[in-house]
């Protein structure tokens, strides 16, 4: 299960740096987004995944409430 987060975040960084170091789409206003209906408690989840390790570490919890119904619209690659 750690290798499987490790992995996914590694991935997501990786999107994120190749997304950031296309300066010339910056520049020329050509830089997408993919915006997407997304759950809030799904990013949440995803976050608490991401920091739990450094939680179990310092023996910190993260209690996360939030209404099952509540979604945004984000870039899932680049909101986590």
Do not use: C
């Not at 987060?5 to 997304?19: K, T, V």
């Not at 990013?43 to 409430?65: I, Y």
Request: glycine letters at 2%.
């Amino acid at each position: 299960q750690k290798l499987n987060r490790a992995l996914a975040s590694a991935g997501r960084l990786s999107r994120l740096i190749d997304n950031f170091l296309d300066v010339e789409k910056l520049a020329a206003g050509k830089y997408e987004m993919d915006f997407a209906r997304t759950e809030v408690a799904a990013l949440l989840d995803k976050s608490a995944d991401a920091v739990e390790a450094l939680l179990t570490d310092k023996n910190l919890t993260l209690h996360k409430d939030v209404a099952p119904d509540l979604f945004v619209y984000a870039d899932r690659d680049r909101t986590i």
